[in-house]
Antibody, heavy 125, light 108 residues
């Protein structure tokens, strides 16, 4: 079964650091980019960034550049999302998702086809 | 950054009715990059449609997508009780792969 399993929920204080994980299984992990998506009540789903497990290339949304760090350890099929200093505004559910692809004729079609279960991050003093 | 604007924000309908959801992009996107997700409370999003109009395996044919350029739509031909949820469009043209703000389909 193709799946992404995320680490458990976290409760942290402002200023603390945090690293959450996303482990893939059931497919060739290095062949699919992994995206991180934030869910908040007010803003819905937000694309934070994406990493290529094959070569660790990362692309960030301008809204999250400098606020988070995305990394991967392909030897253990795991991607990470990290904060060096959490803020109250980081309260959210964070999902990792696989960017699947299909080639039909000359075109590649993409979509986030496999999702982790989500990691809830609570930042409170 | 491409901005996706969904309308309406909320759609109040009864089971059996048709739902038409709109997604407008700030720039033209390729036909291979526009997708739709269904999001229910407490669950991860589920990919419904990719490449504007292609249904993911297992998605009922009451869901259909269309459009081109900057105007796209998701139609649910006859709402079933399990279809009441929030729907998001997203593009994969280039990074960042932004989402729309979502349309909530609620029971009238």
């Amino acid at each position: 079964e193709v799946q992404l399993v995320q680490s458990g929920g976290e409760v942290k204080k402002p200023g603390e650091s945090l690293k959450i994980s996303c482990k893939g299984s059931g497919y060739v992990f290095s062949s699919y980019w992994i995206a991180w998506v934030r869910q908040t009540p007010g803003k819905g789903l937000e694309w934070m960034g994406i990493i290529n497990p094959g070569d660790s290339e990362v692309r960030y949304s301008p809204s999250f550049q400098g606020r988070v760090s995305i990394s991967v350890d392909k030897s253990i099929n795991t991607a990470y999302l990290q904060w060096s200093s959490l803020e109250a505004s980081d309260n959210a559910i964070f999902y990792c998702a696989r960017r699947g692809w299909i080639r039909e004729n000359f075109y590649y079609y993409y979509g986030l086809d496999v999702w982790g279960q989500g990691t809830t991050v609570i930042v409170s003093s | 950054e491409i901005i996706l604007t969904q309308s309406p924000g909320t759609l109040s309908l009864s089971p059996g009715e048709r739902a038409i959801l709109s997604c407008r992009t700030s720039q033209s996107v390729s036909g291979s990059s526009l997708v739709w997700y269904q999001k229910k409370a407490g669950q991860a999003p589920r990919l419904l449609i990719y490449g504007v109009s292609r249904r993911v395996t297992g998605i009922p044919d009451r869901f259909s997508g269309g459009g081109s350029g900057t105007e796209f739509s998701l139609t649910i031909s006859r709402l079933e009780p399990e279809d009441f949820a929030v729907y998001y469009c997203q593009h994969h043209d280039r990074s960042p792969g932004t989402f729309g703000q979502g349309t909530k389909v609620e029971i009238k």
